[in-house]
């Protein structure tokens, strides 16, 4: 009596199990016969008959230690739940003795029994009971008692009948990394936190192979797959063929197999991290040759270093909240994984949503934000420790993600809650000034800039070595496997010290040089933007002057002073944005123009300088003539771009800097609305310009005479004169036409756009604060990476750092490319900013934790607030029931004195039964109420028991909805008074009837 079970696992041979309900002296004798084929069985204690006759029989042999029963014992019950009738003598029938004899021996093995108590539902599902019954059965070895366990998500069982210390030699003997391998596939993070605590270690378990099977049993498994592994799947077909196909069979990915892992890092690297990482899984070895899931013989050591990493990455492709969130708890480099997770999940949501699986495109993006919050609050707990190596952590080179930093990732996937945190302005702050005092004002800076013998009178910092303790040892971070007892000390070393320094004019005196202050004041990014302002106010002065007083045919004049600092000026812009190109993080040439093209003010650069180089072009090679205007046209064209540039050195300021955002996200509505009224503007002005001049000859001007009166007529010029033409019946339909035109945009489409510009504005003004600062690391970055001086000047800056990197090339010096926004800490430092971010991160997932219960608390408090008004309610209700008895016998039994007066008795029945009526009216509406207020309370209760359930295990914290009722109970039957807390409810209301019974 057995059958096979899949369900994305092995096949596996189950023993049945008998499940007893009722049934009367036929289900006895079944009963029998099953546990003599040691089939287990689940006796359902309440159900009635030869269930509880079961039931009764089992506790009594446990009492007696197993000894059989007498009829002497269970006669009478016996006689009573199977309705038999004593012989003439007054003895048990045979029948009796036989029913005894099949439970004596139902009875004799109490491994084969089972009995589940519906009055103790609350305490054991029966799911639960009938897997208790198997594996208590013990019918079949440890690891398909796993599997069992496995297939049915029931890791508390599994942690108390199978890995105890009973059985310790016997699941010793388990396939660990096949089971967790099961449990990863299947999404059952309880058993993947089961088997990780007993013995499975990942840096042995993962393997290439196994980690290309886990990609392809998931997105191509016989079962369901998954949306978002779906999603994957179709990246990967259409980063193997370059077509788009999320519905690739499972045959078509069987042959790519070989280099699956190759496929998934390409689409990881070039999709949806793009900028971050130039290769993954792209070495020989992730080449897996091999039919899929055959069996893997143990291993030392795994193919990864660092294997909670790949498993993050797996877990967050598709879409596995918990799995995720366990290996990140479990892995190293907490914020730069968070934030990497929470870019990988953003990519994926545009995909779904250019997909339009908007569910899906919906949950992804929480589930990013889920991580970004992560991020945000490690950064936050790690600087309230230690707020030197916090800044340290967000510029340390990560090099398991690409060789970027923290800061760099969460602006290239626009973090801008994370990058809104102190942690991150403040170290923002540092480099803004370079080593200048932070409190150095801004008028000083000013005057630094035009006057600088006003340099000597800032005052710079200098940092010192590290000094470790000499008891740092005892100090040392210990962090448990699982990421659970953190141990680090904020005051562990004594950091960088950092010193104000005035300028010294004497050697060897205690302070900076003169030479050094103008150094350090000239490459700080605060400078470089102060000069860089300057110099742009010129450029346009010399460019305006240009054009209103310069600007002849090559012919007639020579090109001029004010012209050749103009190109000057453009051609050191040239070089200073293809040095930015190059100097961007991906070694693709086109990842590197698809980053550097993504930001709005390198296309308005962009803009300018082909624009420039076209109206120089034109210059040139233009005769004087009428021709030469077009040459004039070009060149205002490229000043109304270099003006409207120069908005970009406003977002410096914290208060213009969200207004310049708001008018590039206004322009994007403007481009929007502007379809929609080209839409009006051609149907009107078709029909105006037909009606007034019919039969218009085929001519250029005819699209400017369509278009253009109706574009204006917008603006409030109606051009009423035009009105007639050689139409002469054809002039009143124009001013209703006009009418309608003027009503549909002047009134309709016009606050359309006002609406949509209210919308943007409040959407940025809401949150500004946090928009300004994300926008301040890029430009920030900028200017901290440009060569010193400004444009045309920069190119002395772009002459010095090439003359530098040959230096260093033909001497054989390796480049030093650390700096403020990316620096290699030596590996002892390295460890303690890891121990920094473990300790940071436990932290906030412990205050978390801390918050919700919190919260659960104050629901279970609000919750016995409820209960004693329902109480309250019910005494009122009792009250009012016997006040209602009372005036009922009253009615019935009058005193003899009252019997005289027959007219009373005609009338005081009336008035007594409306009376009685009214009464029951009330109270039913009252007890209406009542059952509604108590199913609430219970829903409450029901969602808030699972979160304390002992252990805190997701296969504990199941809802109760599944267990059986009683028989003749109802689905909608409302919950007593004895089915509440007893800490809740009085002993004095515990006999109180039922409120149906009342009425």
């Known amino acids: 009596m057995e059958q096979m079970t899949g369900e994305g696992l092995k096949d596996l041979k189950i023993p049945v199990v008998l499940l007893v309900v009722e049934g009367g002296p036929g289900t006895l004798k079944n009963t029998k016969e099953a546990v003599e084929k040691k089939i287990p069985a689940v006796i359902i204690d309440g159900s009635g008959r030869a269930a509880d006759m079961i039931a009764y029989g089992f506790k009594r042999t446990r009492k007696k230690d197993n000894k059989p029963l007498t009829m002497e014992e269970v ?41 589940f108590s519906l009055q103790e539902a609350d305490t054991m599902d029966i799911d639960k009971a009938l897997l208790h019954a198997l594996l208590k059965a013990e019918k079949s070895h440890p690891e398909s008692q796993l599997q069992l366990a496995l297939a049915w998500n029931r890791s508390d069982i599994a942690r108390q009948e199978i890995f105890t210390a009973e059985n310790r030699k016997e699941w010793q003997q388990i396939n660990m990394p096949s089971a967790m391998e099961t449990a990863l596939k299947l999404d059952k993070v309880e058993f993947v936190k089961l088997l990780l605590d007993h013995g499975v270690e990942l840096c042995k378990f993962l393997t290439v192979r196994r980690l290309r099977d886990l990609y392809d049993d998931v997105m191509t498994g016989s079962t369901d797959v998954e949306a978002s592994a779906e999603l994957v799947r179709g990246l990967v077909e259409q980063e193997k063929l370059g077509v788009w196909n999320p519905c690739c069979s499972r045959d078509r990915l069987e042959e790519d197999r070989v280099d699956l892992l190759r496929l998934v890092g390409k689409v990881i690297c070039t999709k949806l991290l793009v900028g971050q990482m130039s290769s993954l899984y792209s070495e020989e070895k992730y080449l897996v040759r091999g039919e899929l899931g055959q069996v893997k013989t143990p291993r030392k050591t795994g193919d990864f270093e660092n294997p909670m990493q790949h498993l993050l990455l797996w877990a967050v492709m598709m879409n596995r909240r918990e799995l995720a969130l366990l290996f990140w708890r479990m892995g190293r480099d907490h914020i730069a994984s968070a934030l990497t997770a929470s870019k990988v999940l953003k990519s994926l949501a545009k995909v779904a949503d250019s997909e339009e699986e908007l569910d899906l495109s919906l949950d992804l993006s929480n589930h990013a934000d889920e991580f970004e919050q992560l991020a945000r609050g490690v950064i936050n707990e790690c600087y309230g420790l230690d707020k030197k190596k916090s800044h340290d952590l967000l510029i340390r080179r990560q090099e398991n993600w690409g060789d970027t930093t923290c800061l760099a990732i969460a602006s290239s996937s626009r973090h801008l809650d994370f990058m809104s945190q102190p942690a991150c302005q403040s170290k923002l702050n540092l480099v803004w000034k370079g080593k200048m005092a932070l409190y150095t004002s801004w008028w000083k800076l000013i005057l630094s800039t035009f006057l600088p013998f006003m340099i000597f009178t800032i005052k710079f910092v200098e940092e010192e070595e590290d000094q470790p303790q000499e008891d740092s040892a005892q100090h040392s971070p210990a962090v448990s496997p699982r990421g659970k007892t953190p141990r680090f000390k904020p005051h562990k070393y004594v950091h960088r010290a950092k010193r104000l320094l005035s300028v010294s004019w004497q050697l060897g005196a205690k302070g900076i040089g003169p030479l050094q202050a103008i150094y350090n004041f000239h490459v700080a990014p605060v400078t470089k933007f ?11 002065v010399i460019f305006s002057l240009f054009i209103l007083t310069d600007l002849h045919p090559i012919e007639e004049e020579p090109i ?72 004039r046209v070009m060149y205002c064209i490229t000043l109304g771009f270099s003006f409207v540039r120069l908005p970009q050195l406003f977002m410096i300021h914290k208060d213009i800097g969200p207004k310049v955002i708001m008018i590039q996200k206004m322009l994007v509505d403007l481009v929007f609305f502007l379809v929609i009224l080209l839409v009006f503007i051609f149907a009107y002005g078709v029909m105006r310009h037909t009606l007034i001049f019919p039969n218009s000859a085929m001519e250029w001007s005819l699209l400017t005479n369509v278009s253009l009166i109706p574009y204006w007529q917008v603006y409030g010029e109606l051009f009423v004169d035009e009105q007639d033409g050689t139409t002469p019946h054809g002039s009143w339909l124009v001013y209703v036409l006009q009418g309608l035109y003027m009503l549909l945009t002047n009134v309709l489409l016009l606050n359309l756009l006002i609406a949509m510009f209210s919308f943007t504005f409040q959407k940025i003004q809401d949150n500004s604060e946090q928009v300004w600062r994300f926008h301040r690391y890029d430009l920030i970055y900028e200017f901290f990476d440009r060569p010193w001086g400004a444009p ?5 800056g772009h002459i010095w750092r090439f003359g530098r990197w040959v230096a260093r090339r033909c001497g054989g010096k390796p480049l030093d490319t650390s700096d403020d926004f990316n620096r290699k800490f030596p590996g002892h430092e390295v460890s303690r900013q890891q121990a920094l971010e473990k300790a940071g991160a436990e932290n906030y997932l412990l205050r978390n934790l801390q918050l919700q219960n919190e919260h659960i608390d104050t629901k279970f408090a609000t919750t016995s607030e409820r209960l004693e008004k329902v109480l309250d309610d019910l005494e009122d209700i009792k009250e009012s029931v016997q006040a209602k008895e009372e005036l009922e016998a009253s009615f019935y039994a009058p005193p003899a004195a009252d019997v005289t007066d027959s007219a009373t008795l005609r009338t005081r029945p009336s008035s007594a039964t409306a009376s009685t009526s009214g009464v029951a009216v009330d109270l039913q509406h009252r007890m209406s109420n009542l059952e509604d207020h108590l199913g609430s309370i219970k829903d409450l209760l029901e969602h808030l028991q699972p979160t304390q359930a002992p252990g805190g295990a997701a296969g504990d914290s199941r809802g109760r909805a599944g267990a059986p009722q009683a028989p003749g109970a109802a689905a909608e039957d409302r919950p007593t008074v004895a089915r509440r807390p007893k800490s809740l409810v009085p002993q004095e209301y515990s006999d109180f009837p039922d409120p149906d019974d009342i009425m």
């Open 560 to 631: 001029g002073i004010l012209e050749w600092l103009t190109i000057a000026w453009l051609a050191s812009l040239l070089v200073e944005e293809f040095r930015q190109i190059a100097a961007e993080h991906p070694r693709s040439l086109w990842h590197k123009l698809q980053i550097w093209f993504s930001d709005f003010w390198n296309m308005m650069d962009c803009g300018l300088l082909l624009l420039f180089l076209l109206s120089l072009v034109l210059h040139v090679t233009v005769a004087a003539g009428p021709g030469f205007e077009v040459v």
């Open 792 to 796: 045309p000047v920069i190119i002395l």
């Open 530 to 540: 102060m000069y860089t302002a300057v110099f742009y106010v010129a450029f346009l």
């Open 75 to 115: 006669g009478k019950k016996l006689m009573s739940t199977f309705e038999l009738e004593y012989d003439s003598s007054g003895d048990p029938p045979r029948k009796a003795y036989a029913l005894l004899d099949q439970l004596n021996y139902i009875l004799h093995d109490p491994t084969l029994v089972t009995v």
